[in-house]
């Protein structure tokens, strides 16, 4: 366990700097361009952020994405910032819960319903993790922190970078239909950091998924997290290889959209423009992690929450000049796919 809880440190440490970010593969969100209404005939008080999402009312369609549990550090990151979701109406991700499982005593760290009790949390495990795990487990797992969805994630190139991970991902197509159909709350079909294929997405939606959480390229790369941490020469050549690996945020969300799913766009999430994007593209709710991580060790909790503020509103104001009273128009709103995106789609 003590590899396990270094880990968790190491990977906080390492994303609250910018050394972890893609170096040239960009979340391609740079290529939607959204159309400029002259007379939009609306008041920027008519603005109306609110979205459902996995059976829970949002006040804005933005998530404080999966980060970190299982260290002191990681507690106080999850009970600040999930204390910040429930005060502005957000979503709110664990990190992988493994740690949870592979020493008890480490749950205090992923319990945030004392600080966000009626908020959206999700749970987070490893699909590798569930496929050797009875649905019972994985149930408890979610209900011991009062989740309302469980995330199950698929990592499989930051795996093959970590000297400690894993390197066989048989079977986990089945997890995600044995979870569908036997868990008691919602399944989210999760990458970490690279993003979601054409062919991934018509996958899930054949075995049930409905809510995938994209994670594109583009934002944090974990192939380069795992680089940074890694000890041995060759280890360290293959993540520098393989930095900007995956498919661009950008790409994932409208493969997603196009498949039928709801997608959450996570992977380089910066602004609220960002977010507008996300949106026009067909996402549900966009997340943020490593900057409100950054925000959140830079100036505290204040800081964080100015941050948040900053983000909500830039997208009530794009949404005012798209003419978008809601995200259900801003979801039709006309725009521009340009350049790399435009290859991608």
């Not at 390197?167 to 709350?185: H, Q, S, T, W």
């Not at 994932?252 to 766009?265: D, E, F």
């Amino acid at each position: 366990m003590g590899d396990l809880k270094q880990r968790k440190v190491d990977h906080l440490d390492l994303c609250a700097t910018d050394a972890v970010a893609f170096r040239e593969r960009t979340t391609l969100l740079e290529n939607v361009q959204l159309i400029h209404q002259s007379l939009p005939e609306l008041a920027l008080s008519e603005i109306d952020l609110s979205v459902s999402l996995l059976g829970k009312k949002l006040r804005a369609p933005l998530l404080i994405a999966a980060m970190t549990g299982g260290s002191d550090p990681s507690a106080e990151v999850n009970h600040t910032l999930s204390a910040i979701a429930e005060s502005r109406g957000l979503g709110f991700g664990l990190g992988s819960q493994r740690a949870m499982q592979r020493s008890p005593e480490t749950a205090w760290t992923y319990e945030v319903r004392k600080h966000a009790p009626t908020t959206l949390v999700l749970g987070n495990v490893g699909v590798v993790q569930a496929r050797e795990q009875p649905t019972e487990a994985l149930a408890k797992l979610a209900a011991d922190i009062g989740a309302d969805a469980l995330c199950v994630h698929m990592n499989p190139a930051q795996e093959l970078i970590q000297a400690e991970g894993d390197r066989d991902f048989r079977g986990c197509l089945a997890v995600y239909a044995r979870l569908v159909k036997e868990l008691p709350i919602p399944v989210v079909a999760k990458e970490t950091g690279a993003g979601v294929s054409q062919q991934t997405a018509a996958q899930l939606a054949q075995v049930g998924v409905r809510v995938i959480d994209v994670s594109g390229a583009g934002g944090t790369s974990w192939v380069g997290v795992e680089a940074l941490r890694a000890q041995s020469e060759p280890t360290r050549m293959l993540g520098e290889a393989l930095w900007d690996w995956g498919v661009p945020t950008a790409a994932a969300v409208a493969y997603v959209a196009s498949a039928g799913l709801t997608p959450i766009a996570t992977g380089g999430i910066r602004s609220g423009l960002d977010v507008a994007r996300a949106i026009a593209l067909g996402a549900r709710v966009a997340g943020i992690a490593r900057p409100m991580l950054q925000a959140l060790r830079s100036g505290g909790r204040e800081a964080a929450e100015a941050y948040v503020d900053r983000v909500l509103a830039e997208l009530r104001t794009v949404m005012l000049l798209c003419g978008a009273r809601t995200i259900a128009e801003l979801q039709a709103a006309p725009k521009i796919i340009r350049g790399e995106l435009r290859d991608w789609l």
